[in-house]
C-alpha cells in the first residue's frame, strides 16, 4: 500500500472536529511534506517522526512523503499529530498491518525515541469522538498520561500506549499478542478536596443568608466591606454550599480545563473556583490568542469567578464580563479561526466602600472626602453592576463575637437548605431562577399583590432599570423557595430588595 488514512482530532475551541491524516508515497528524491493549514508545531513534527520511527526499529521510507491534514481549510496545532502521521507512514510503506486501522482514532507526540508524551485536550477530543456519529464506536490510542483524564467520559474506549513500538505491536506485529493495548480501566475517583466551612465565620449573619440565597438561585453576588469584615472567607467557603454537579456539568467543566492541561482527576465533579489577580488583562479573563485559548470566566465554568478588590482591576478589563454574564458564553474571533466556549460562571466579588476601607466602620475611621468615595465606587462601571443579582453590605464584626467559642452552622446544613430549593426549581421551570428569561419571569415570579406594591414603591424610589426590576423578581424567587411558597410574597420582594443595597446607598 502506497497511501493510508488515520483519523484523529483537531481542537477548535471546546470543538474537536476529525482530522484524517491521509499519508502517500510516491517515487522521487525523497522528501517529507506536510500540508493541510499545519502550523509550526504541526510542520516541525517531520523531525520528531523521522526519529522517532528510526528509534523505534523501523525505516523511514525513502520515497516521496506527503501528509495531507483533511479538512485543509481547518487550522491545525500542537504536537497530537505525531503518532497518527507516525504510524499513517508505517501504514502506508506496509510496516504496520493496515486492516484494523479504521476502528481507531490516534493522538499523541512523539519523543525523539519514540516515547509518548501526554497532549492537551485529550478530555475534549475524547468527549467529542463519543458523540460524533462516526467516532462513538472507535477506539481511542492516546499516551498512557491521558488515560485517567480520557476515560471520564462514559463508554469510551481507551487504550493507553507508552511508546510507537507498543502501539505498531497492537496491530499485529506480535503474533501471539502478548505486547497488544489493553483497554484502559478507569481507576477509582480520589476523595474531592476539602472545602472550608461556613462554621469558620463568626457573626455576618445577613451576609451568610444572602450567600445561601446567591447559591440556591445561583445569583451573582458584590460584598462590600471593610477590610478584615470576612468578605474573603466568605467567597471561598461559597462553593461548599452549591449543589452538586452533574455528569453533563462535570465534563464540559473538565474539558474546558483539559484545553489548557489544567485538568486532573482530582479534580472530577469538584466545581471550579477561580480568583484571578486584579492586574489581569482582558484577555485572561476573557480568554485568546492567536489560537484562541479559554480565560478565567470559562475556567470557571459550572463554578465559582472570585473577584477580590474589584476597584482595583482596570475598567476596560471588567467591561469583558458584562456579555458573558447575559449569556453564558464568549466567543473569540480572530482572523483565522472563531473559538466558543461557555461560560456560565457564578460571579463573586468584593470590594471596599472607599480608598481607605473604612466608610461605615463604627469607630469613624474614615477620612476620605465625598469625592473620592464616589471615583472609587465608580471604577465599576454601572451597566456591570447593574448585572450583579445581589449587592450586600458585610460590616466589621464585634470582639466579644470573635472571641465567643460558639461555632457558627455547618456548610452542610446550609447546603442541605439550598439542595432541597434547587430541586424545586428543576421541577418547576427546568433550570434555575438566574437563568430565566423575561417571559419566563412573569410566568414564575410574579408576586402577589403586596409584594407588588413594595416592588413598585422601591423601583420608583430607587430609580432601578428593567434589568434590576427582573433580577429583583428572580432572587424573591429563590427566596421564596428557600421558604418553600410556592408564590412570591411581600416578604420576599422585601428580602430581595434588601439585598440588592446600591453602593451609593452605604
Same mark, same amino acid.
Given at each position: ?10 481542537? !477548535? ?65 500542537? +504536537?497530537?499529530?505525531? %503518532? ?23 493522538? =499523541? ?14 478530555? !475534549? ?90 447559591? !440556591? ?26 449543589? %452538586? ?5 462535570? %465534563? ?35 480568554? =485568546? ?38 449569556? =453564558? ?96 426549581? %428543576? ?48 432572587? !424573591? ?11 412570591? +410574597? ?17
Amino acid at each position: 500500500m502506497t497511501i493510508a488514512v488515520i483519523k484523529s482530532r483537531a481542537l !477548535a475551541g471546546m470543538q474537536a472536529p476529525e482530522v484524517s491524516v491521509e499519508v502517500h508515497l510516491a517515487n522521487g528524491l525523497p522528501a517529507f511534506t506536510i500540508v493541510g493549514l499545519a502550523d509550526t508545531e504541526v510542520k516541525e513534527s517531520r523531525d520528531r517522526v523521522r526519529a522517532a520511527i528510526t528509534n523505534a526499529g523501523f525505516e523511514l521510507p525513502q520515497h516521496r512523503i506527503t501528509v495531507n491534514l483533511a479538512p485543509a481549510d481547518l487550522p491545525k496545532e500542537s +504536537g497530537r499529530f505525531d %503518532l497518527p502521521i507516525a504510524i499513517g507512514i508505517l501504514a502506508a510503506s506496509g510496516q504496520v498491518p493496515s486492516s484494523t486501522l479504521e476502528q481507531f482514532e490516534f493522538a =499523541g507526540e512523539l519523543s525523539l525515541t519514540g516515547e509518548l508524551r501526554p497532549i492537551r485536550g485529550a478530555l !475534549a477530543m475524547t468527549y467529542a469522538m463519543q458523540r460524533s456519529a462516526g467516532g462513538a464506536g472507535r477506539g481511542f490510542i492516546l499516551p498512557i498520561a491521558n488515560a485517567d483524564e480520557a476515560a471520564l467520559v462514559a463508554g469510551a474506549r481507551i487504550y493507553p500506549a507508552a511508546t510507537l513500538l507498543q502501539v505498531c505491536a497492537h496491530f499485529g506485529l506480535d503474533p501471539d499478542g502478548s505486547f497488544a493495548l489493553a483497554r484502559h480501566v478507569a481507576q477509582p475517583l480520589p476523595l474531592p478536596p476539602a472545602i472550608p466551612d461556613f462554621a469558620d465565620v463568626k457573626g455576618q449573619i445577613f451576609a451568610k443568608r444572602a450567600m445561601e440565597v446567591a447559591a !440556591a438561585g445561583r445569583h451573582s453576588v458584590l460584598l462590600v466591606g471593610p477590610p478584615g469584615a470576612g468578605k474573603t472567607m466568605l467567597a471561598t467557603r461559597f462553593a461548599g454550599l452549591l449543589p %452538586l454537579m452533574t455528569d453533563d456539568e462535570a %465534563l464540559e467543566a473538565a474539558a474546558v480545563q483539559s484545553l489548557i492541561s489544567g485538568f486532573t482527576v482530582d479534580g472530577w465533579k469538584v466545581r471550579p473556583f477561580r480568583a484571578p489577580h486584579h492586574t489581569s488583562s482582558g484577555a485572561a479573563l476573557v480568554g =485568546g490568542g492567536s489560537v484562541p485559548r479559554p480565560g478565567e470566566i470559562s475556567l470557571a465554568h459550572c463554578g465559582v469567578l472570585f473577584l477580590d478588590e474589584l476597584p482595583e482591576f482596570d475598567r476596560r478589563v471588567l467591561e469583558v464580563l458584562r456579555e458573558p454574564l447575559e449569556s =453564558g458564553r464568549v466567543t473569540i474571533a480572530r482572523a483565522m479561526r472563531h473559538a466558543d466556549f461557555p461560560a456560565r460562571f457564578q460571579l463573586i466579588a468584593a470590594m471596599n466602600p472607599c480608598p481607605c476601607g473604612y466608610l461605615g466602620h463604627p469607630a469613624g475611621l474614615c477620612q476620605c472626602t465625598p469625592d473620592q468615595i464616589l471615583r472609587y465606587q465608580n471604577r465599576g462601571s454601572g451597566p456591570l453592576l447593574d448585572r450583579i443579582d445581589m449587592q450586600i453590605e458585610v460590616g466589621p464584626v464585634p470582639p466579644d463575637i470573635l472571641q465567643a467559642d460558639a461555632v457558627g452552622e455547618l456548610s452542610e446544613t446550609i447546603a442541605a437548605r439550598v439542595h432541597v430549593a434547587f430541586e424545586r426549581q %428543576l421541577a418547576r421551570q427546568g433550570k434555575t431562577n438566574q437563568q430565566l428569561s423575561p417571559r419566563e419571569i412573569d410566568r414564575f415570579c410574579k408576586p402577589d399583590v403586596g409584594g407588588q406594591a413594595v416592588l413598585r414603591a422601591a423601583m420608583h424610589k430607587l430609580h432601578w432599570s428593567a434589568r434590576a426590576y427582573h433580577r429583583v423578581l428572580r432572587v !424573591a424567587r429563590t427566596v421564596a423557595d428557600l421558604d418553600g411558597q410556592k408564590q412570591v +410574597g411581600g416578604k420576599h420582594v422585601s428580602e430581595a430588595i434588601n439585598l440588592r443595597r446600591a453602593l451609593r446607598q452605604l
